[in-house]
């Protein structure tokens, strides 16, 4: 890939604008006189029988692509860990503390809507609004965050490296129908053999790309074992990018983890996750005027745009005012109105969350379009407050104007 391109798709802006642009081509063309192509495109089975791989693309894309989108997580989540804003316990704790509440909260409402309506099947989709997009919350937040403090952007991305984290965790042990085992310790053989050979350091060009090779084939071999033993299988992408060294190397350069995150993100961001988005968001419109009726489909709008600030700023306030802990860079609660209307910002792992959740199609495109209602009000929501903050800080704190020296 050439470095241009490289460097403008590991934009967050750029890729939150691809993300939205695949979604919007998905819908409209589900909702358009050519559905019928669409739907054939969706459901065309590729992939080998005997690996469990004959797959429709659509599952390609949320079990596949997403698995690249995951070890671009996993890949952040160790830098963050190692040398980052997740060293320090002191500096991650609010914001990790924040992510608990921002999940938390969202759920307790989800429950508490779906349940009081009946809940049934509904209820498998508690998780649904538990989640914030990182790339689109980023995206937004380079769109209409300039002047935010940048100790606000650390809290947020904090935020949604820890919410990834937990959103993998719920995947992993609440979406799991079947668990067949020897794949399982299949898969468990090839990613610990990753975790061995990725901390070899061969001197020679020949050996070097023979480990690369051998790092591809056990990254795949891992992917197809989890894929077979039931687990959703992008959780062998974050396993891949926890066990990367982050450490910078003895010579001065930049460690693996960060050279690989900037080699696979222009991917993650240009490729897995706007395909993934454009198959999630194809739900056929027509027929679903009753979604305002569905709890589900409000369980889930007020989960992101009611619960999600709410469990973020509730609990940050709370951890700081009962607590030794305090925000990092002077920050108060109240500057972060804006981030936390951001993290209802709920899109690839929302949407992943609804399909795994409801087998039901009428539940599932119901979760969908309400995931997108939401992140839309959120991502406005967000917008306002942060412009509102903006204009605050503009003005003096005796409310008066500063002098103009009468040259526009």
């Not at 695949?22 to 739907?39: C, H, K, M």
């Not at 999940?103 to 809507?113: D, E, F, G």
């Not at 937040?141 to 719920?170: C, K």
């Not at 090779?213 to 039931?230: C, E, K, P």
Request: proline letters at 5%; one cysteine or more.
């Amino acid at each position: 890939m050439p470095t241009t391109l490289r460097h403008r798709l590991s934009s967050d802006l750029t890729g939150g604008i691809l993300l939205l642009v695949a979604a919007a081509v998905g819908l409209v063309w589900a909702n358009s006189r050519w559905s019928a192509a669409y739907e054939t495109l969706s459901q065309t089975a590729i992939g080998p029988e005997a690996l469990h791989a004959h797959l429709t693309l659509a599952t390609w894309a949320s079990d596949g692509l997403l698995a690249l989108f995951f070890l671009v997580v996993g890949l952040e989540l160790k830098r963050e860990l190692v040398a980052g804003s997740l060293r320090d316990p002191r500096h991650a704790a609010v914001p990790a503390l924040a992510a608990v509440g921002g999940m938390a909260v969202p759920a307790v409402i989800y429950v508490l809507v779906v349940g009081l309506a009946g809940g049934g099947d509904g209820l498998r989709g508690w998780a649904v609004p538990t989640a914030t997009d990182i790339a689109f919350a980023l995206a937004v937040l380079a769109l209409v965050g300039r002047g935010l403090p940048g100790a606000a952007r650390v809290f947020l991305l904090t935020l949604a490296v820890v919410d990834d984290l937990l959103a993998i965790l719920v995947i992993a042990v609440f979406y799991t129908h079947e668990i067949h085992f020897n794949w399982l310790a299949a898969a468990v053989a090839a990613l610990a053999a990753f975790a061995a050979v990725v901390r070899i350091r061969p001197r020679r060009r020949g050996p070097r790309r023979a480990v690369v090779v051998l790092l591809v084939v056990l990254a795949l071999t891992g992917w197809l074992m989890l894929h077979a033993s039931g687990i959703h299988a992008t959780i062998a992408g974050v396993v891949c990018g926890l066990a990367v060294p982050a450490a910078p190397e003895p010579d001065g350069r930049p460690s693996l983890a960060s050279r690989l995150e900037e080699r696979m993100r222009p991917w993650s961001a240009g490729v897995a996750a706007p395909v993934f988005a454009f198959f999630a968001a194809g739900v056929p419109l027509a027929g679903h005027g009753a979604v305002v009726r569905e709890p589900v489909a409000w369980g889930v709008l007020l989960g992101l745009v009611v619960g999600k600030p709410v469990g973020v700023l509730g609990t940050t306030a709370l951890v700081t005012r009962f607590t030794t802990l305090r925000l990092p860079g002077g920050l108060r609660t109240r500057d972060l109105t804006g981030v936390g209307l951001l993290a209802g910002v709920g899109f690839t792992v929302s949407l992943l969350v609804a399909r795994l959740a409801f087998d039901d199609v009428e539940l599932r495109d119901a979760a969908t379009i309400s995931v997108f209602a939401a992140s839309l009000l959120a991502a406005l929501a967000a917008g306002m407050a942060m412009r509102r903050g903006r204009r605050a800080a503009a003005v003096p704190a005796d409310g008066r104007q500063p002098e103009r020296d009468g040259v526009d």
